[in-house]
């Protein structure tokens, strides 16, 4: 088996979670350096093969693989079927933790109103969001933030990738509908 094998093997294996590179020179006992031109071949292959559905995707921390963006339609069929079990507290309370992280629970509270920990609860069950550590001070209160898995679930690299909040802004004073997750997917499959 060729390198190349071994490491698609390897993120085939580690499934959504994604692993790190440093992880893979160690496992595969190369070089950083040969483990990111394997991943560029492997990427290219990818990407100049119109008869696979696999993506290699890398965010800020790890490398995985996903599906293509082209795929986007079928996929987003599959995942509203999760987003219809999220109920609409969960998707405004996933929303503000995305914007916000690291939040308490109860900074969450205040900007929706209401209370949110079974939302939370919700959230973490579907490992969209973890605890990111706790306050010092009075209570200790936990810090939420979302997870790798929520970046390759929304298809995104990194946070800076959320949609801009003030487009959001003007959108809800025009009364235009905004799925703030999937629209940055939609714009994909356009280009």
């Known amino acids: 088996m060729t390198k190349l094998s071994e490491l698609e093997a390897l993120l085939f294996i580690v499934g959504e979670e994604g692993i790190e590179l440093d992880e ?3 496992l595969l006992k190369c070089q950083r350096e040969e483990i990111e ?6 990427a290219l292959s990818y990407s100049t093969n119109e008869n696979t559905a696999l993506h290699l995707f890398e965010t800020e921390k790890r490398v995985m693989l996903t599906t293509k963006k082209e795929l986007a339609s079928i996929v987003q069929r599959y995942a509203q079927g999760v987003s219809n079990t999220l109920s609409q507290a969960a998707v405004e309370t ?10 308490t629970r109860s900074e969450i509270e205040q900007i929706r109103g209401v209370q949110v920990s079974g939302a939370i609860q919700r959230l973490a069950v579907y ?6 550590g706790r306050v010092d001070g009075p209570g200790r209160p936990i ?9 390759d679930y929304f298809g995104l690299k990194s946070l800076k990738e959320l949609p801009d909040i003030q487009e959001m802004e003007i ?15 939609r714009e994909g499959e356009e280009s």
Do not use: H, M, N, W
Not at 37 to 42: F, M, N, P, R, S
Not at 94 to 103: G, R
Not at 172 to 182: A, G, N
């Open 127 to 132: 490992r969209l969001i973890e605890e990111k």
């Open 143 to 151: 810090l939420y933030g979302t997870t790798d898995y929520f970046l």
């Open 37 to 42: 031109a394997l991943i560029a071949e492997l």
């Open 171 to 185: 959108s809800f004073e025009e009364d235009t509908p905004l799925d703030l997750f999937f629209d940055g997917v």
């Open 94 to 103: 996933l929303a503000i933790i995305a914007y916000k992280q690291p939040i």
């Open 24 to 26: 893979i020179a160690g």
